[in-house]
Structures are given as C-alpha cells and as structure tokens.
C-alpha cells in the first residue's frame, strides 16, 4: 500500500500535462476558456494543500500503527482531543472559505451571458438545436450553416442559444463556457478565438438516438478569409425559409455541413418565441425510431 | 385486451438482449426446478419469503443487490467496449440499444444494487446494534423488500419486453415526453421507481421509527453506534426526499398517460422544474448511499485498530452536518443552465461547504488509526483504500462546485469519473467492507482471506485504471453518453478505461470466487464465538447467526461500547457475567403479505406500462384485498418459551465460556 502516493502523483502529474498539450480544456485558445481553466487549475491547487497531506498522513498512520509493528505504541484511550477537533473542523473550513472567494468572484466574472470587454462590435449568430444537428444563424450577415461554424479570429462573438425541441448544450472545450440550449428559451454566451485554427464543438446534454452525431467545428478564420468566406456562403446552397426551417426540424442522424445563402428575417425569434412550433419526435414509433437522413446529404 | 402488448414487443432483430435474457430465464428455469425438485418450496417460503426477520429480509436485500450489482456491471462492460471499439465506426450496439444500456445501467445501479444493498446491511446490523429484537414494523419491512424486488424486476423484464428508457438515469424532459420517445422505455422507468419508491419511503419511515422509538435500555442517543447514526441520518434524508422523487415523477407519468403539461414544451410547461424538482431528491440520495457507508468505515475503522472511534461526538455533528446542508446544494447540478451568477455562487459554496463535514470524518479515521494495532483483514483493506480514494473524488467533486471549472467539466467523462470515484470508493468499497465484515455474523463462517484480498486489490487497481483515464479524457472535452465518436485525442483515454475495466471484472470474478470458496470452506472457516472480529458494538454480543429474537435478554447499555465493556468486565473477572433470569419471547409472526402485495404490483405495474387497463383494475384491486386482509389478522405474534431461549443462549454461552478459557487466562487483562 505504501507505494500508492508517489504513484497517484506521478500519474495525476501525467495525466495533467498529458491534458494540458493537446486540444482539450486546459489547453485554451481564447479569454473565456483560457480565465475556466485558470480557475480550474487555481481551485485544484488550493484543494491540494490540504489534500495531499491528507493522503500522505493516512498512509503513514496505516503503515505505522500496522498491528505487527512492535515500535508503535499502542494508545487506546487516545479517542479525544479538543485541539485536533478544532484542526480538524477548522481547516477545511478556512480552505472552503477561501475557495468560496474563488467560487463567488468567478461566478460573477465568467457568467456565460456576460458579454466579451472589447472595442469592436461581437459577430452575432444564433444557435438552434435540432434533432440532431446544430443551425448557425447569422442574422448580420443573413446566412446560415448546418453543423459548422466559422467566426473571425480575434473578434468577440456573442451567442444566442435556443433549442427546438428537446435539451442540448453548446460546448467548444478550447474556446467558451457551455451553456443549454432549450426549446421557448434564449440563453447567451461569448467566445472569442485568439488566433486562427480549427476547434472542436459538441452537444453536452445527451438528446436522444443522434446525440453522438452533433459534433461540429468550429473555424476560426483571419477577419477577411471571415469576409470571403460569407461573400462564397451568399453565392449557393439553399435558401433558409420556414419551409426549409420546418424540413430541416425532422429528426436526421449525422448530418454533414452544409450552407444557407439566404434567410428569412426573424426566423430565430420565430423559434424561441414558439410561432412555430417545437421540433417533431419519431414519425411513427414502436422501439427503433423513424429516423431518416436529410435528403441531399 | 393486452393494450400496447404484441409479439412487436420482444426484439427478435437483437441477438444481445434476446440471448441475455435466454440466458437469465434459463438460470431463473434451473433454479426453480432445483428448488421444487429438492423439496425446498416450504423451506423458502417459511424461512425467506414470507419472514418479517429484519435479518432474513436484510440477506435478502443483500442478494438482490448483489444480483443487480452483477446486472449493471455487465451494462458498464457493454459501454466501455461500445466506446473502445466506436472510435470512427459504429461500434456492436446501435444508439437505440447503446442509450438504453447506459441509462439501465445508471437507474440499475442507484436503485437496484446500491440501495438494496445498504438498506439490506442496515436491515442486518441496526436492531443488533440497538439490542432490539426487530425493526418498528416488521410485515411492512418485509413489505419494503418485496416492492424493491418489484422494481428491479420490471426493470429486468424490460429487457425483452419492449424496451428501456433511452434518455440517460434521469430522464430529462422533454426528451422523456411522449412526443420524442413515445415508445414504453420511458413508461417502464416510471413504473420500477414509483413502486420501488414506496418501499423505499416505508424503509424510511422504518428505520426511523425503529432508532428513534426502540433502542435496548440505556442506549442513548450519544451511545448508539456510528453505523446507527449514519442509518438513522439517512433514513431521515429518505423520508424527506423520497416523495420529491416520487412526486416529480407522477408528473411526468401525468403528462406521459393523461395529456398534462407540466414539462413539455408546449402549453407552458418548464422542463427546468423537472432538472430542480429531480436533483432536489438526487442530491439527497447520493447522501443516502454514502452516509450508511461512512458508518460501515467508522466501525471497521475503529474495530481493526482495537480503538474506540475517535472524536465520536464530532462524528454524529458531522453526520447531522451533512444531512442538512445534503438539502442546499442541488442546483450545482445545472450550473449550465443559465441560472444567475449569486445563484450559482450561493450553490457552488454550499456544495463546497459539504466537504468540510466529510473533511471531520476522514481526519476522525485517520486518528482512529492513530494508536492503534491495525489488523489488516479484507475490510480495513477497503476502509483504508477508501480513505485514499474518496479523498481524491472528494476534491474534484469540489472542483466541479466550482461555477467557472463546471462550465467546462459539466456532463463530461470528467464528472462520470467523479462521481463513480466517490460512489465506488466511498458506497461500493463501503458494502464490500461491510458484507465481508457482518458476513460471519450472518452465516457463521468467515468469508477466505486471501479472496478478499485478491478482490480488493483488484477492484482497487481496477478502479484507477478504468476511471483516472477518464478523467483526463473529460479534460479533453469528451462528454458522456456518445454511442461513437471521432476525436483522436480521446481514443487512448478510452482505451486505457477499456483495460480498466477488464481488471474490474476479473475482481468481480474474484469476489464470486471468494464466495464459492467460503462456501466450500465454511467448517475451517467457522465463528464459533460470535465475535470473529474483537468487535466493539452489541451485534457481536450475540451469537453466529443470531437466533430469530437476537437477545435472550436485552442488554443494559452503558456507554459507547456496550460489548467492549462486557468483555472487559468478563476478562477482569475471569468469567461470564451470572445467567440472567430467561423469559419466554414475543416475536412477531411471518406474513405473506409483502410478497403477495408485491406479486400483484408487478401484475399492476406492467399492465400499466402496456395500457392493459383491466389488469391494471385486477392487480390495484388484488392488492387493496391483500392489505384489507392483512389489516383483520387476528393473531400477530407467537411466544417463544423460556426454555427455548434458555437453550439457544447457554449455548452462546458456553462458546464465549470457551473463549474466555482458551484466551484469557493466558493474557494480560486489555
């Protein structure tokens, strides 16, 4: 047993720098990730003074006072101590008070809604969550894509989220917080990429049978590859008008990428206000799900 | 006539369910052959099924756990191999089968094989531990059991029959609605935890009646035994959270069965009520699990070092601590669901805030240990691996509280490593230890040494390498519940799980062997003296297996340790204490009233799940007669003669007699 400690180390020790090299949480790319995961690691160090001699401490009782060790001294009447009860209440109390001062100021710093501090205008885009498949809606721009995002690198980008149907939430590990998306409702977020690269994005609220299917990337582009590609978008692909709308809520599993060139105005207020509808279920449905995929896939 | 039944209904295109459950009839099959062949029917109906014997019915609890244990253990193989091979392909389970696998797994775990087997120790253990004869209510204890069997039966039989919940453990509206999953998944999930729910709410209430009204003369609150007062502050969390559950889910039946609006997405329902109304009952229950084994580790702690538990007071402050601040920290569930930032402050501290209680009471443990003569059997193994490792979830559980760390880690592998590091480490590490530690009380015969070790190596290893990868791949972003994925950078993390869990099995295999071999072993094995452990609390005080009325004479508590002090008082005088003055026992009589209730809530159960409204008439009225018909018994217990009891004790009697004589005089007095 005595080996444990240095082992659990080592292995955290790893398995953090592990972490830490390669496209995940802790490797952030923009302020908002980048301030989550200064937090995160802030918290784990302040946890870690009292909890790796914690640990340290019972391996070393365990193994000491091992019954055939004849050196330890056998005290059964030691049952109480008011000085370790003070210790042993007060500590932890101090160390969760300490960490409430994180918890309290970072709650209120990196609320998701909070919008970026910066000079230019965010890039807007409005998010529905579809079974299963994620509708980028740039109202600005008035274009839409299905299943990938590309945003300007170095400018801020404001989020509105809803859902059509059921649960979902929004999540690019490298770049933002998560936030739920939900059907009747508008959540927001913000989340700028420092620099150009391509990023991850997923659903993190399991919705049903093509959950796994709504990862997407995000493309985080120079401000005038940005220009370039919204004049290309404007040039093909279908136009997102409620009919289109209307067809693309059927429930579809793994859908790939693909672009609007138009949309019709107010068409995400028209969701989340419920003027139309909430996304359908299965067509018909004893166990397996009539579930189908978009034509022109 | 048979509503939404038809031959539709079992997945003939599924060869893994189909064949599973081939299997578990044909084994059901055998067993029952065996069982009637060998003339055993009389047998187990007397003894075991219609026994209202707190102990009996707690065995019980145990097996069926323990058999549902087996259950979701299989379900947790299938995910993790579903993901080792599902990296850019679509892996053996399609996602319909995939998200009923997962979410089986979590609803068989919590409820089926967690709480049945903590409510079965505490069914064993507390009357001992008060020196009672039996629990409050014993026909509705056996009551209890009985639904619980229901439950995990529906459950079961959802494996043919029609489907299982694909929604994930909790089913979140309006995924749950009938608008996206019309199918009778979701109907089943309801059904098994209404019912399972009411005798869960009744063991409350129980156990609560139980400590509160019925403890051995002189055994004051302050001198009930640690286990006790963890089983009484979990007992209490039932009774409070329990209707929540229940409550929140009848509402989601009524919107499922009858058209009602409380969460869908239409006709102003709020799926956010349901995500508070649940956790407001989750969070408490994850306390319910793990509080009875923090008390289990404080009496193997305290037992195995030959100290009292140190600073007991403290501990029962602790205990209480946690029991009321479990209340006020359910919303760091959804941290991401767009509540304010001071609401999720106030959340993230009271969660936080929880970790100085469980702080107190692993320091308390480590100065148990401090002092001692630490004897290393099975169960301080766990008790010592679990201090290590609960410590490490206890703190990533506080990461989580943290709002800014949660809006990166929510719902990622990350939380599921956590809170299987606190409910592996802390509840299963916690049963392992208590079954292997009351076991000898219960049968006799100690469980083999050198399995126990095996197991728990195993299962310790195990747990490291299945769940620490999985942290580091919840780092990396990978969320839970993906049938398949294409990610690179998390396919060696899921792998490395993937070896995880194979030790995992072979430390199951290892816990299976343990018994078998115990089993075969039991003569060399045997606990002739009641005490295999130099325990502390009245449990030991009786004999191996206690007789049905457990005391022959209830014991005079006091102080802290009653059987200590006992002992101590034998060992200075060299002999037992004078024989009491036997009397004849009252205990009460076996009632057939749990199960026959129980068979027609199944009956009703699922002719609710399949809208087979006349048996639903059948089974609701069936069971209303069975409890008119209980309520008129006229007889309700039967007396057992002095003379009985006077044999079975000065046979107990005579065994510590032998100890005394064989150890005693040849040591100094403790």
Redesign the interface.
């Known amino acids: 047993?005595r080996k444990?400690?240095g082992a659990?180390a080592g292995?955290?020790a790893a398995?953090?720098s592990?972490?830490a090299c390669?496209?995940?949480?802790?490797d952030p790319q923009g302020p908002i990730?980048a301030?989550?995961?200064k937090?995160?690691l802030n918290?784990?160090g302040i946890?870690?003074v009292?909890?790796v001699p914690?640990?340290v401490?019972?391996?070393v009782?365990?193994w000491w006072?091992?019954?055939s060790n004849a050196r330890?001294?056998?005290?059964?009447e030691?049952?109480?101590?008011g000085e370790?009860?003070l210790?042993?209440?007060s500590?932890?109390?101090l160390i969760?008070l300490f960490?409430?001062g994180?918890?309290?100021i970072?709650?209120?710093?990196?609320?998701?809604?909070?919008p970026l501090e910066a000079q230019e205008k965010p890039v807007e885009i409005q998010v529905v969550s579809l079974?299963w498949k994620w509708l980028f809606i740039y109202p600005d721009q008035g274009i839409a894509s299905v299943n990938e995002l590309t945003v300007p690198a170095g400018t801020p980008v404001h989020f509105s989220i809803t859902s059509a149907?059921?649960?979902n939430?929004f999540?690019v590990?490298?770049l933002s917080?998560?936030?739920?998306a939900?059907?009747?409702?508008v959540?927001q977020l913000a989340l700028k990429a420092d620099n150009p690269g391509d990023f991850?994005g997923?659903?993190?609220?399991?919705?049903?049978?093509?959950?796994?299917g709504m990862?997407f990337t995000l493309h985080a582009v120079p401000a005038e590859a940005f220009a370039q590609w919204v004049d290309g978008v404007k040039q093909t692909g279908p136009t997102l008008d409620r009919a289109a709308y209307l067809s693309l809520a059927q429930q579809s599993?793994n859908v790939k990428p693909f672009t609007y060139r138009a949309i019709e105005p107010n068409l995400f207020q028209a969701i989340t206000t419920?003027q139309i509808?909430?996304g359908?279920?299965?067509a018909a449905?004893?166990?397996?799900?009539a579930v189908h995929s978009r034509p022109g896939d | 006539m048979l509503g939404k039944l038809g031959w539709d209904a079992i997945p003939w295109d599924q060869p893994i369910p189909l064949i599973a459950g081939a299997v578990v009839l044909a084994i059901l099959l055998a067993v029952l052959a065996w069982v009637v062949i060998k003339g055993h029917v009389p047998y187990l109906w007397h003894e075991w099924i219609t026994s209202v014997d707190h102990k009996r019915i707690g065995v019980m609890y145990v097996l069926l756990g323990l058999v549902m244990l087996v259950r979701g253990f299989i379900d947790a193989v299938m995910i993790r191999s579903q993901q080792a091979l599902a990296f850019h392909a679509a892996g053996y389970l399609p996602p319909e089968h995939f998200n009923q696998v997962f979410s089986a797994h979590g609803t068989i775990m919590i409820f089926f094989a967690a709480m049945p087997l903590v409510i079965g120790l505490m069914n064993f253990v507390v009357p001992l531990q008060l020196g009672v004869r039996d629990v409050a209510f014993p026909t509705l204890n056996s009551t209890s059991f009985w639904l619980t069997a229901t439950g995990a039966l529906l459950v079961n039989i959802s494996l043919v029959v029609g489907e299982f919940a694909r929604t994930g453990w909790l089913p979140y509206p309006p995924l749950s609605e009938t608008t996206y999953l019309p199918g009778v998944g979701v109907d089943y999930y309801l059904w098994s935890l209404l019912i399972s729910g009411v005798g869960t709410l009744m063991t409350g209430i129980n156990f609560v009646t139980t400590i509160l009204k019925i403890r051995a003369p002189g055994m004051s609150y302050l001198r009930m035994p640690m286990f006790t007062w963890t089983a009484l502050a979990s007992n209490l969390l039932i009774i409070a959270a329990f209707p929540i559950l229940t409550a929140t889910l009848v509402m989601l039946t009524l919107d499922r069965y009858l058209g009602f609006h409380f969460f869908t997405n239409e006709a102003g329902g709020n799926m956010m009520m349901f995500i508070n109304l649940i956790w407001a009952w989750g969070h408490p229950e994850v306390y319910i699990l793990v509080l009875p084994a923090f008390g289990i580790f404080s009496e193997v702690v305290s037992t195995f070092s030959g100290k009292p538990l140190f600073g007991y007071r403290s501990m029962v402050a602790a205990t209480l601590f946690i029991c009321i601040v479990s209340y006020m920290v359910w919303l760091h569930h959804f941290f991401t669901m767009g509540a304010g930032p001071t609401v999720n402050a106030v959340f993230g501290i009271s969660t936080s805030i929880i970790a100085v209680g469980t702080g107190v009471k692993i320091y308390n443990w480590m100065f148990t240990m401090y002092g001692g003569r630490i004897r290393y059997a099975t169960p301080m193994m766990w008790s010592v691996g679990f201090i290590v490792t609960f410590t490490i979830g206890g703190m990533t559980g506080v990461l989580l509280a943290v709002p800014p760390a949660d809006f990166q880690l929510h719902n990622s592998l990350f939380l599921v490593a956590h809170f299987h590091n606190v409910i592996i480490a802390g509840v299963v590490f916690g049963v392992f230890a208590g079954l292997t530690y009351w076991f000898p009380k219960a049968f006799g015969f100690r469980l083999h040494e050198g399995w126990g070790q095996a197991a728990f190596w195993l299962g310790l290893i195990g747990f490291y390498v299945t769940f620490m990868p999985l942290y580091v791949a919840g780092l990396l972003g990978m969320t839970r519940r993906l049938q398949h994925y294409d990610v690179a950078i998390w396919r060696p993390w899921v792998l490395a799980a993937g070896v995880g869990i194979v030790i995992l099995a072979a430390g199951a295999a290892a816990q299976v062997m343990q018994l078998l071999v115990s089993i075969r072993r039991r003569e060399e094995l045997r606990d002739e003296t009641g005490d295999p452990w130099n325990g502390r609390s009245l449990e030991w005080a009786t004999a191996s297996p206690p007789p049905a009325f457990n005391f022959a004479v209830l014991p005079n508590v006091q102080g802290e340790e009653p059987y200590w002090d006992i002992k101590r008082r034998a060992i200075e005088s060299q002999q037992l204490a004078p024989e009491p003055q036997y009397q004849p026992i009252e205990m009460p009589r076996n009632s057939p009233t749990g199960f026959i209730t129980a068979f027609f809530t199944t009956i009703t159960g699922f002719a609710l799940i399949w809208h087979m409204w006349w048996l639903v008439g059948v089974g609701l009225a069936a069971a209303y007669a069975v409890f008119v018909w209980f309520a008129w018994r006229d007889v309700e217990d039967y007396v057992i003669p002095a003379d009985e009891v006077a044999q079975a004790d000065r046979e107990r009697r005579r065994a510590r007699d032998a100890w005394l004589e064989a150890n005693v005089r040849t040591r100094e007095p403790a």
């Open positions: 047993m444990r400690p659990l292995v955290a398995a953090l592990l972490a390669s496209g995940g949480v802790l990730a301030h989550d995961s937090i995160l918290a784990v946890m870690l009292i909890v914690t640990i401490g019972t391996f009782f365990a006072f091992r019954a330890a001294r056998y005290q059964p030691f049952v109480y101590s370790i009860e210790l042993v209440w500590i932890p109390l969760i960490l409430g994180v918890i309290w970072g709650s209120h710093e990196l609320d998701p809604f909070k079974d149907s059921v649960m939430m999540f590990p490298q917080s998560m936030i739920a939900m059907n009747g409702m959540t991850f997923l659903s993190t609220q399991f919705s049903g049978d093509g959950f796994p990862g599993l419920q509808p909430p359908p279920g299965p449905g004893r166990a397996s799900p």
